[in-house]
């Protein structure tokens, strides 16, 4: 059974952006929150203090964003530009650039690089080491079947998920091509990829209220293992109303993970028994963003319009941190017959 729900939504942070956000992620190291917005910021927040640390403006719409170290961080954006941004000093480094707008960023502690996906149908590899110059820093620049929506990194692996529902698994140690391409088992647009924190595979989301369970491992003993579901949906008047599932994130001491969709609802599932595990009670609007600090003890939500019904009026983006009781995210052991 389903805990019953919790009725807060967690703590607001103060100074949210004044725009959609795009993503949000915790540090490694510490509760530091990175958040960007399409209000053109980067905002660094202390999410146990409750304090705004720093800020960077650019020139354009900030579709994501990612932690260097605790003191540094990098960011992509509308004006197809990449930046290494260092907190401590209000300093920010061009990389380099697209050809059109940058969608993900991901930097990779396994090999030292950043990883970054555009519209443009490339993804760049970066040594932020060189910032001096787009000729140091650019590692190599890789074609995409389609536009780049989301990565997601585990150790050296690499997952790519694409427009027009292509999935490309890379090797950070061998890009010259793909590892496997594959196509998304989901019928729809692929909204979010994130693989599992054991490295065993992936799970990938959709715009039609549905979310894949993956395997790297081709045998045909580990594909059998995948299944897809449904959620982030409702009836009303005898009518399936589905909604976009925006945001996947595990948590990193059990492997469970949450889900955030248009509906308004976070929910925690167990993926290898088949469970929902929790769901938080509603917030004001969709849900854009979710992060685990890295201890899992804390819960990064942002409730933010994604325009899903176009322009509308909304409530205001505010990102939520909430405290996690294990109960919520521990799965629960087998009950033998």
């Known amino acids: 059974m389903t805990a019953v729900p919790s009725p807060l939504p967690g703590r607001e942070l103060i100074n949210p952006p004044s725009d959609g956000i795009s993503n949000l992620r915790f540090s490694n190291h510490s509760d530091h929150l990175l958040v960007s917005s399409w209000d053109k910021s980067v905002r ?42 260092v907190f401590n000093y209000n300093k920010e480094d061009i990389l380099g650039r697209h050809d059109a707008p940058v969608r993900c960023v991901e930097y990779s502690y396994a090999a030292g690089q950043l990883i970054t996906g555009s519209w443009d149908k490339t993804l760049k590899c970066w040594d932020p080491r060189g910032a001096s110059g787009q000729e140091r820093t650019l590692v190599g620049t ?32 061998n890009m010259s091509q793909p590892e496997q391409r594959r196509e998304s088992s989901l019928k729809y647009q692929t909204r979010c990829v994130r693989c599992y924190p054991n490295g065993t595979g992936y799970a990938l989301s959709s ?11 081709l045998s045909e003993g580990s594909q059998a293992k995948k299944y897809a579901f449904k959620c982030h949906r409702k009836s009303e008047a005898g009518r399936d109303i589905v909604y976009p599932v925006n945001a996947i994130a595990f948590h990193p001491v059990y492997g469970t993970f949450a889900t955030g969709g248009c509906d308004g609802f976070v929910n925690v599932w167990d993926g290898n028994n088949k ?21 899992g003890r804390l819960l990064a939500v ?7 019904e176009g322009d ?9 941190v909430r405290g996690i009781n294990e109960i919520e995210v521990k799965p629960k052991p087998k009950v033998l017959p």
Do not use: W
Request: glycine letters at 6%; one cysteine or more; hydrophobic letters at 35%.
């Open 302 to 308: 942002a409730s933010s319009y994604t325009f899903e």
């Open 312 to 320: 509308k009026p909304h409530e205001p983006d505010s990102i939520f």
């Open 44 to 85: 660094l927040y202390d999410a146990s203090a409750n304090v705004l640390r720093g800020e960077f403006m650019h020139g354009g719409a900030v579709l994501d964003c990612c932690f260097h170290d605790d003191s540094s961080g990098f960011s992509a954006g509308a004006d197809n530009t990449v930046r290494r941004l």
């Open 275 to 295: 469970k929902r595990l929790y769901q938080y009670s509603k917030y004001p609007t969709s849900i854009a963003a979710l992060s685990f600090s890295k201890d």
């Open 142 to 173: 890789y074609a995409q079947p389609e536009r780049v929506y989301s990565l997601s990194l585990v150790g050296n692996r690499l997952v790519v998920a694409t427009a027009g529902r292509h999935v490309n698994v890379y090797d950070l140690r």
């Open 207 to 217: 715009v039609e209220g549905r979310v894949a369970m993956e395997f790297f491992d």
